[in-house]
């Protein structure tokens, strides 16, 4: 039997695990300090302190171990898929240990599955340079995948699908949203879009109950569709 296609994953996993090495997050002591210091203050809360501090301790850390786990094990597949897109000169720079750092501390702290994803996919995009980005670009999207919430990032999705054409661009903005995420209301998606306009992901440009998004209404600006781009497969 050929065994080519797991060695390579093997092998990928091992590069992936002695890379997060370098990041510190395995270190045994540094896991034991800040578990402790959560624990303590857990501890301190008045009456339900003790049984919280007991659940912290035996399920949060294991919770986020595991978690971590599962995505390297992910990523090392997803590596051994694109071996050959690769850019060999990208894996030893500064930059990219960066990025795989970030993508650590993310999967770390977001349960989300949909903002896991995303960290995967800009490990990914800046294993194979995807776009020729910057290291300065990376480093903002990065900086902006952590401030967005999950509604942001599923509205940025929607937008991109129509603006690309992809379902029918039918019915004004929010009636359309609405019908594939009836659980936003109205007030939410006002929010979330002019969250997204004022952080320059959206254009200016057009109101939310325009009807079917042309000309510039309602798009993702320039720098908005890079960031999709970064945080898509």
């Known amino acids: 039997m050929d065994n080519t296609g797991a060695d390579d994953v093997d092998k990928a ?7 997060a090495d370098t990041t510190g997050l395995e270190k045994t002591g540094n896991r034991d300090i800040i578990r402790n210091s959560v624990v303590a203050a857990i501890s301190a809360i008045p009456i339900v302190g003790g049984p919280l501090a007991s659940l912290a301790e035996d399920f949060i850390p294991k919770q986020k171990e595991e978690r971590l786990i599962a995505f390297i094990e992910r990523l090392a597949l997803d590596v051994a898929s694109i071996k050959d897109q690769i850019k060999a000169d990208v894996v030893n720079t500064d930059g990219f240990a960066f990025v795989f750092e970030k993508t650590l501390k993310g999967v770390l702290d977001n349960w989300q599955q949909d903002k896991i994803d995303c960290y995967r996919a800009i490990f990914i995009n800046a294993l194979t340079d995807k776009d020729d980005l910057t290291d300065e670009e990376q480093e903002l999207f990065l900086q902006l995948l952590d401030s967005l919430t999950v509604r942001h990032i599923k509205v940025m ?36 879009m002019q969250d997204l306009r004022n952080k320059g992901l959206v254009n200016e440009r057009g109101e939310i109950s325009d009807d079917a998004m042309s000309g510039s209404s309602n798009q993702l600006s320039v720098m908005g569709k890079k960031f999709v781009n970064f945080i898509t497969l």
């Open 157 to 192: 999705a929607f937008i991109h699908q129509h603006n690309a054409g992809q379902t029918p661009p039918t019915g004004q903005f929010l009636e359309v949203l609405k019908a594939q995420y009836p659980e936003y209301d109205k007030d939410n998606v006002y929010y979330i």
């Open 13 to 19: 996993g091992e590069a992936i695990e002695e890379l």
